[in-house]
């Protein structure tokens, strides 16, 4: 890669910084790393949701993210979802001694920069070690800085080797192109939004709980808290009065008591069956607890409308949204969503969710949607919007497995 006579000095100007440290968060896992900058911090979500996909994409991959300053990466940590394969980290500062120390820890297979806020130094080094790097979902407010304006050769002489440029508007294309980035290199893609992914199940026990259910209609609560567990039952047995043959799918938060929770149960005079047991729900049964998390994918699958629990009680923050409806549940939820509030909010505007504040409200809307015509229209919207931005990310993992297998060109700038 050439250096612009705007690089050479930026590159000179930096190291008259004093913050040339860089401590990383962690040890570099063995095997593959596909590091992610996600200069649009408040996208992180999308951020996350791609990772996942990426590392179940491929076996083995570990995935980096990277937070432009600070005040987002402290942000990040409060609603970070713990995942042995993802790690977060403060993007270093861009003095080069920062940066080199960066990189020989690291050390990434390939490198994603997702919307603009170009920092040139990290970038510089990804092409000088030869490191596939792919620009997606950029906005033209991503390359609206003073230095853009000023320096428009830079940000071309570090766009221009990257194996892949994606936008994700006709604004962001233009400024890209008044930047002197060759315009047949660009491509124009939907914004970057999280889409979710199925969880799965066997589809043997699919099979058989189906024809053991044999039509009865379901409703699930997940992730439910203790203090969620008298509304939860309460709301149940409010939509019983009119549908007498409702079963109850009762998922409890990971570490909550299971005796306390099915000694409550039967207090409240419901019958209980229980899945972790070998325990099949028969006629009688009005109450399914399945405490393992690792069923969801099968409980989504035939529960029509889903109870978002962790949502009610307060501290806990919810729980990803996308799980239910890219299975084709309706999903209800309560006000305290403050990890996922895009997600639910996006589904509720589509009018695949809808929020409830109490027992009454969640009976209520539990007996309204387990007619088959009111859950579908909710499940269709749902499907819709998990679909949307699904080329995009489809797209980038096609291009990770290619970098990563040795397949991207990397284009070379001219000086």
């Known amino acids: 890669m050439g250096r612009s006579l705007g690089l050479a000095a930026y590159r000179a100007l930096s190291r008259r910084t004093s913050e040339g440290q860089f401590v990383p968060s962690g040890a570099r896992p063995v095997g593959q790393l596909v590091w992610i900058h996600a200069a649009e911090a408040q996208n992180l979500l999308a951020i996350q949701d791609l990772a996942q996909r990426l590392c179940m994409a491929r076996f083995g991959l570990h995935v980096l993210i990277t937070l432009p300053d600070q005040h987002s990466y402290d942000a990040a940590q409060a609603t970070w979802q713990p995942d042995e394969r993802m790690h977060l980290e403060l993007a270093p500062t861009e003095h080069p001694h920062a940066v080199n120390a960066f990189w020989r820890h690291w050390v990434p297979d390939m490198a994603i920069w997702a919307w603009g806020g170009l920092r040139p130094n990290l970038l510089y080094h990804a ?25 428009p050769d830079l940000s071309r002489q570090l766009l221009q080797p990257c194996a892949a440029l994606l936008v994700r508007s006709s604004a962001a294309l233009k400024k890209l ?12 893609t939907p914004p970057l939004q999280a889409g979710g992914h199925a969880l799965s199940c066997h589809e043997s026990d699919l099979a058989d709980l189906s024809q053991t259910l044999s039509g009865r209609p379901v409703w699930l609560a997940s992730n439910v808290q ?27 938060a990971e570490g909550s008591p299971m005796d306390a929770f099915a000694r409550q149960i039967t207090d409240d005079g419901l019958r209980l069956a229980d899945w972790s047991a070998g325990d099949s729900p028969d006629d009688a049964t009005q109450v399914l607890l399945a405490p393992d998390h690792r069923d969801l994918g099968l409980f989504y699958r035939v529960a029509p409308v889903t109870f978002m629990g962790s949502s009610l009680a307060t501290g806990h923050s919810g729980r990803n949204p996308f799980e239910a409806a890219t299975l084709g549940s309706a999903v209800l939820y309560g006000p305290n969503v403050r990890r996922f509030m895009p997600f639910y909010s996006r589904l509720a505007k589509a009018g695949a969710a809808r929020i409830v504040k109490d027992a009454e409200t969640l009976g209520a809307a539990v007996t309204q949607l387990i007619a088959p015509d009111q859950a579908a229209a909710m499940a269709h919207a749902g499907w819709d919007v998990v679909s949307q931005g699904a080329d995009l990310t489809d797209r980038v993992i096609e291009l990770v497995q290619a970098g990563l297998d040795g397949e991207l ?4 700038a001219r000086a």
């Open 127 to 151: 092409h000088k070690k030869t490191c596939p790097v792919a620009l997606i979902d950029a906005d033209a407010s991503g390359f609206d800085g003073r230095r853009d304006r000023w320096l």
């Open 177 to 188: 192109e008044n930047l002197g980035v060759s315009t047949g290199r660009i491509d124009v």
């Open 226 to 252: 203790q203090a969620e567990l008298k509304t939860v039952l309460k709301a149940h047995r409010q939509a019983m009065r009119l549908a007498h043959r409702l079963l109850l799918v009762l998922n409890p």
């Open 409 to 412: 060109t990397v284009h070379n």
